[in-house]
């Protein structure tokens, strides 16, 4: 079965560049959430899309932003890297009327900042 | 606020001995509760989910009820192995739409020959 993909699997950059990460949902899944996972951490949720419209916000830097397209897939853009941002950053999908809550989990990104 | 609270790790156990690991929540309301798997450089994992008080969720061997009088959700599997080495993370969820997922802090195991 078709699985949530991320890319790319691990992004090194340097303080003060920008970083972009992307999310493609399982096929039909209309719902794309984003979560930080720092060294050591739990991961925290940032933000969440539902039809290309932010349906919740966490705790997600102004330095950060994303969007949903229409074909569902998200973009996760990072500017101004700074040294705390190196994480796993994991995107998640769910059919969002389909009643089932379980939100399936691609792989992640590492970024590194160096 | 929604917080999920597990024992602190690492957890060191000899292979084909009991799993315990502790879980406790605070939330309004009725949240489905859940385990995800983190393995050693890979994503999450579901691995076993309550949607309702005193529903047991399991799955290859691992096993959790939802205790609403507790406002538990252990962990447990009776014989580990080698293999189940990993960070177990407990996690809660409401249904409705779009909701995001709480975790806790994720307890390290491992398993030793």
């Known amino acids: 079965a078709a699985g949530v993909i991320q890319s790319p699997r691990h992004l090194i950059k340097e303080k003060r560049e920008t970083a972009t990460l992307k999310c493609y949902p399982i096929?039909?899944?209309?719902?794309v959430y984003w979560y930080q996972q720092g060294p050591g951490q739990d991961p925290q949720f940032l933000i969440s899309f539902y039809e290309k419209m932010q349906s919740d916000k966490g705790s997600i830097p102004d330095r950060f932003s994303a969007q949903q397209f229409s074909d569902y897939h998200s973009e996760l853009n990072m500017s101004s890297l700074e040294l705390g941002d190196s994480a796993l950053y994991f995107c998640?999908?769910?059919?969002?009327?389909?009643?089932?809550?379980?939100?399936?989990f691609g792989p992640g990104t590492r970024l590194t900042v160096t | 606020g929604n917080s999920v609270t597990q024992m602190e790790g690492p957890v060191t156990l000899s292979e084909e001995a009991f799993l315990t690991i502790n879980c406790t929540y605070t939330a309004t309301g009725y949240p489905s509760l859940f385990w995800y798997v983190q393995y050693p450089g890979e994503g999450l994992q579901l691995l076993l989910k309550a949607t309702k008080a005193d529903d047991k969720g399991s799955n290859k061997g691992f096993e959790a009820t939802y205790r609403k009088e507790t406002t538990s959700f252990h962990l447990e599997k009776g014989s580990v192995q080698v293999s189940d080495s990993a960070v177990y993370f407990c996690?809660?969820?409401?249904?409705?739409?779009?909701?995001?997922?709480?975790f806790g802090t994720g307890t390290k195991l491992q398993v030793i020959p």
């Open positions: 996690a809660l969820q409401y249904s409705g739409g779009y909701q995001k997922v709480t």
């Open positions: 998640a999908s769910t059919a969002g009327t389909s009643g089932d809550i379980e939100q399936y």
């Open positions: 096929p039909r899944h209309d719902t």
